[in-house]
């Protein structure tokens, strides 16, 4: 539904979208997360053909937005970081607006402006003028002019950013339903709402894309060896050496000797949780914990994100990363 070949974007010398090259396939949601300055809105603006690329090819739904721009274009509904709306027109009025920007007959108009507000859940709204609207119905808002045209492809930025807690659930949830009905492509640098909403992350930083992948294939992929959380009531003072020693184990931490908690790194695919168990018990020491520490994306982000800036080769597709050198 999204073919970007080789975007680039360049101020002057500097590319703040360096050849980047994604597909997004129909019906998919995809999330583009990246820190500050990654070039998240560079690359979701050239995206929506509002900033033309200096490098590179893009289609939209088979259509290829240099050469057919106006075609392409009408295949994208694009929310953008800080949207634009006119405060003082009501609601109806400004979709009615955008419906005859997009070039919608009045019959066509009249069928998809109440489709619409009924799909983003504005209708106690409807009349209400702009400007005395809450964030998070500004944000519907905004939602419901980039899909009354129907576009194939939805695009948002940063969709959640600025939102109350209820607010955010509310807008995620109307993602999810709009993602059931369309291609998505959205900007976040919300971990748990990336997790939470994505079929599939691109990570990008510094204009470029350095791993691509599900949520769960991320996390497996470049998280490396489990690691154990063993409590032993007053940290007995032979565990290091003990636990240290047990088959499957390749590290052992002391996080804190009064209360005995270590940190065990375990070889990959190893699961000593068994030993750990019965070596406590036939030495007499009292558990309190063993737990597998989970990783997060945010751990992959963090590890991903903070690496010294590579010699161009950036690019490391999920299947790849595990012949990848992962930062310690
Ligand atoms: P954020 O999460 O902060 O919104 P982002 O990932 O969306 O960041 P971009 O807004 O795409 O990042 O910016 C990428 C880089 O390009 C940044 O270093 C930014 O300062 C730079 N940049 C963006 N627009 C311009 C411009 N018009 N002129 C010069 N540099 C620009």
């Not at 036939?282 to 982000?301: I, K, N, P, T």
Request: hydrophobic share 40%; charged share 25%.
């Amino acid at each position: 539904m999204i073919d970007a070949q080789g975007l680039t974007r360049r101020y002057g010398e500097f590319a703040a979208v360096d050849g980047i090259s994604f597909n997004v396939d129909e019906g998919e949601i995809v999330g583009m997360l990246g820190p500050n300055g990654a070039g998240k809105t560079t690359t979701l603006r050239m995206i929506t053909g509002f900033l033309p690329p200096t490098e590179g090819h893009l289609t939209v739904a088979g259509k290829d937005l240099f050469s057919d721009p106006v075609a392409a274009r009408r295949e994208v509904g694009y929310l953008p970081e800080n949207v634009a709306l006119y405060p003082e027109m009501r609601v109806s009025e400004y979709l009615r607006y955008r419906a005859m920007l997009e070039g919608m007959s009045r019959n066509e108009a009249k069928q998809r402006i109440p489709e619409t507000v009924e799909s983003c859940f504005l209708e106690e709204v409807e009349k209400q003028i702009i400007g005395t609207l809450s964030k998070g119905y500004r944000q519907r808002v905004g939602l419901a002019a980039a899909i009354l045209h129907h576009p194939s492809v939805l695009v948002l930025d940063e969709p959640t950013v600025g939102l109350d807690p209820k607010q955010i659930i509310a807008i995620r949830e109307l993602i999810r339903e709009l993602g059931h009905k369309q291609t998505l492509l959205l900007s976040s640098h919300i971990l748990p709402e990336v997790e939470l909403l994505c079929d599939r992350v691109i990570i990008i930083d510094r204009g470029r894309i350095i791993a691509e992948g599900s949520p769960q294939e991320l996390r497996e992929s470049w998280i490396g060896n489990t690691i154990l959380r063993v409590g032993l009531k007053g940290g007995p003072t032979d565990a290091l050496g003990v636990l240290g020693a047990l088959p499957g184990v390749v590290d052992v931490e002391v996080l804190d000797a009064e209360t005995g908690s270590y940190r065990l790194e375990c070889a990959k695919d190893a699961d000593p949780r068994q030993a750990v168990f019965e070596t406590a018990k036939q030495r007499g020491w009292v558990m309190l914990e063993l737990s597998e520490e989970r990783a997060s994306l945010e751990d992959v982000f963090v590890r991903l994100t903070t690496q010294e800036p590579s010699d161009g080769s950036a690019r490391v597709a999920v299947d790849d990363a595990t012949a990848a050198e992962v930062p310690s």
